[in-house]
């Protein structure tokens, strides 16, 4: 679902020529960028190398320590919850039957799908801004990413909640919030994120070096590299688990199988060229899902505590002088 732009006959790199590509609010204003300097490409691809490592880092880094904080959390206010509970009881109740049912639906909502719903809704919100046509020139260029842009690193974030498409969008989401509940009963919400976040750029990043192998040259934009790495764990954790395509609930298949043909088909689109997709960040994101479900949370989340400790001891201060 990470769309790449159709070949344009006048592009621009990064975001000049903006004003010729926009025909109106409502059609794609993204041009294919015209082919520069591979070499000069390939020694700028540090850049998006190192802030891929640097910005994963810091994801699972923020996320430990934000598990730490959560369970701490939780510990000091059970008391305080039971409290909240009693005087609950003594009050009167709340007046508003929508609050109500919206308290009942959020209440009904698994761990996995409230994770997510925030990440819904700033794709929604980035979608909106693509229609501001004062936007467009920022938007081509922070929300797409593009390896012959001037503008490499932070589109490797933003380009993760960026959907020109209103069916892109649709379609990403829906597979998101069907794998959301699995996903998160397996790594918890903290963790998730951080391999959410850490798939994007590391797709992107995939992205950036398939273009620039191939010469086809362009932006691309949308959550399927980083939804590919969910949808890939989840196949790598339970491959026996049933899936069946929306339109078509009679015909079932295992995860296992979905994947192998995901998979085929964006290894087909890449070797052969087609364009309507970026299929290397499909890929992209599809290896890195496999190799975090395998080895990944072995190798990083599994060994957070050091960081957990010097954060524990940071956050609590020097001890004392004279206390015991």
């Known amino acids: 679902f990470k769309k790449a732009s159709k070949k344009s006959e006048r592009g621009e790199t990064g975001d000049h020529g903006v004003s010729e590509a926009m025909k109106s609010s409502f059609t794609s204003p993204m041009a294919e960028a015209m082919s520069p300097a591979r070499s000069y490409l390939v020694r700028q691809l540090y850049k998006p190398f190192l802030f891929t490592l640097g910005f994963s880092g810091c994801s699972f880094g923020v996320a430990a320590i934000w598990q730490y904080e959560t369970?701490?959390?939780?510990?000091?206010?059970?008391?305080?919850?039971?409290?909240?509970?009693?005087?609950?009881?003594?009050?009167?109740?709340?007046?508003?039957?929508?609050?109500?049912?919206?308290?009942?639906?959020?209440?009904?909502?698994?761990?996995?799908?409230?994770?997510?719903?925030?990440?819904?809704?700033?794709?929604?919100?980035?979608?909106?801004?693509?229609?501001?046509?004062?936007?467009?020139?920022?938007?081509?260029?922070?929300?797409?990413?593009?390896?012959?842009?001037?503008?490499?690193?932070?589109?490797?974030?933003?380009?993760?909640?960026?959907?020109?498409?209103?069916?892109?969008?649709?379609?990403?989401?829906?597979?998101?919030?069907?794998?959301?509940?699995?996903?998160?009963?397996?790594?918890?919400?903290?963790?998730?994120?951080?391999?959410?976040?850490?798939?994007?750029?590391?797709?992107?990043?995939?992205?950036?070096?398939?273009?620039?192998?191939?010469?086809?040259?362009?932006?691309?934009?949308?959550?399927?590299?980083?939804?590919?790495?969910?949808?890939?764990?989840?196949?790598?954790?339970?491959?026996?688990?049933?899936?069946?395509?929306?339109?078509?609930?009679?015909?079932t298949f295992t995860a296992g199988n979905a994947l192998k043909a995901i998979m085929a088909i964006d290894a087909a689109g890449l070797i052969m060229g087609w364009r309507f997709f970026d299929h290397a960040a499909h890929l992209g994101g599809a290896l890195f899902g496999i190799w975090y479900a395998l080895y990944g949370n072995e190798l990083i989340w599994r060994k957070r505590e050091p960081l957990v400790k010097m954060w524990h001891e940071f956050r609590n201060g020097p001890p004392r002088s004279g206390a015991p």
């Open 71 to 251: 369970l701490k959390s939780r510990m000091k206010s059970y008391l305080d919850d039971i409290q909240a509970d009693w005087l609950e009881k003594l009050r009167p109740p709340k007046h508003g039957a929508f609050r109500k049912q919206v308290n009942e639906w959020w209440n009904s909502l698994s761990e996995g799908q409230k994770t997510v719903s925030g990440i819904i809704v700033l794709n929604g919100l980035v979608f909106c801004l693509w229609r501001v046509p004062s936007l467009q020139r920022t938007m081509i260029r922070y929300f797409t990413s593009n390896p012959a842009s001037r503008s490499l690193c932070l589109p490797m974030i933003f380009s993760t909640f960026s959907h020109f498409s209103l069916f892109h969008m649709a379609a990403n989401m829906y597979v998101l919030w069907s794998f959301s509940t699995s996903i998160v009963s397996i790594l918890g919400k903290e963790q998730f994120l951080a391999v959410y976040l850490s798939a994007g750029t590391v797709s992107t990043f995939i992205s950036y070096v398939s273009k620039i192998a191939t010469g086809r040259f362009g932006p691309s934009l949308g959550a399927s590299g980083a939804i590919m790495t969910i949808l890939a764990a989840v196949c790598t954790k339970m491959p026996e688990a049933k899936l069946a395509i929306i339109f078509l609930p009679m015909f």
